[in-house]
């Protein structure tokens, strides 16, 4: 039996998503990845239960779902340490039908290269798209002294991505947010502490604990894009948020500068012309780059590799139709993730005192007058399905579910993949 090819550039979530669908509708699948590892150092991600539901097609539902971490109360914060709003972990998953799981991201990308065969995933292997082909002809994938012919090609190569440029040589591309992000993952202090997000002027924090006893930490603050901390990054966190409340001192004294990942935010408002040309699909970052702000980048990632496969179908498939049925599907669905995430980021970059006194005000009152309220301005963003999709009864993939990043805003760093 002849199986099409398909080639992923980028090893990312969602590149490991989209090769471990195609594989289970009998595509065979080279994953080429430029960093010569696929272990993530110092970040986190949180899957929300849209996510949840298309892992659920590929087997890993039940096994991410048992790694949810959040009970009790959580919610938003001030620097000094005053609740703006808080919401319980009981009331979000009985309402939206299952929990927020915050993992690391190198847990996940484990258990997606557990469904590949060996040897499918090629790190150290830069790509290049040499050619998107046509419909009587394949593409054309350039590695190190080797081209590789593929019925499909996926492009999952980040914020930045060459195959985007090439495909789409017109468009302007992402923009700066005016954010630059550190997260790490370290040690779960001694002192208990809630999960919180805190909101300063042009400053957020984050604390989110992990099941394995750690903690991801995150912080994000206006600054020009490029910049490095003159000194080390612990130092530039300590001048940043080094008087902010508890577990956040604590945490900064813990931290090592070796141990935070620092990156500037970008995103892309202005959609794409379609998500696909020639062979070639594009994914996550490479489609649409978002900021961080409603924890959906790694997410729609997640959807975008689960719908791809199933709009291909089996390698027998009609290829064109399939790409277009993808692109009509998922751009405007990600589009509107993208502007929602924008509207939440215009909030956090506020750094007039005015501007954000009347902020912190507006949420307290929300909190007050209507509690839970926050939750809906995720619906229809985490009570997606997956097309096609049946669930088991009793896994809480079914029912009605939410964006688990409701306690504020960035639990997956924005990105479906980790910079070199």
Known sequence: MHHSRAVVIGAGIGGLTAAAALRRRGWSVTVLERATTLEPVGAGIGLAPNALRALETIGLGDDVRALAAWQGDGGLRTPSGRWLSRTDSTVMTERFG???????????????????????????TPAQLADPGTAGRPALVSTDGEVLEAELVIAADGVHSDVRRTLFPRHPGPEYTGLTAWRMVIPRPETPFAPHETWGRGRLWGTQPMKDGRIYA???????????????????????????????????????????????????????????RGRVALLGDAAHPMAPTMGQG??????????????????????????????????PRTMDVVRRSDRAARMITLTGAVSVALRNTAITAV??????????????????????????????????????????????????????
């Open 367 to 420: 909190g007050r007058l209507r509690p839970n309220l926050v939750l809906r301005t995720f619906d229809g963003v985490a009570d997606w399905r997956p097309p096609g999709a049946a669930y088991p009864s009793g896994s809480g993939a079914g029912a009605r579910t939410g964006e688990p990043g409701v306690q504020g805003a960035r639990t997956d760093g924005g990105t479906d993949r980790e910079a070199p």
């Open 98 to 124: 299952g929990p927020m799981v915050l993992l690391h991201r190198a847990t996940l990308v484990e258990l997606l290269v557990a469904r590949l065969p060996e040897g499918c995933v090629r790190t150290g």
């Open 218 to 276: 995150y912080g994000s603050a206006v600054a020009p894009p490029g910049g490095r901390a003159p000194d080390d990054e612990r130092a530039e966190l300590l001048r940043l948020f080094g008087d902010w409340h508890q577990p956040v001192p604590g945490i900064l004294a813990a931290v090592t500068p070796r141990d935070i990942l620092r990156h500037d935010i970008w995103h892309m408002t202005r959609p794409l012309p379609a998500y696909h």
């Open 298 to 331: 790694g997410n729609q990632a997640i959807e975008d590799g689960v719908v791809l496969a199933h709009h291909l179908g089996d390698s027998s498939a009609d290829l064109s139709s399939g790409l277009a049925s993808y692109t009509a599907d998922r751009l």
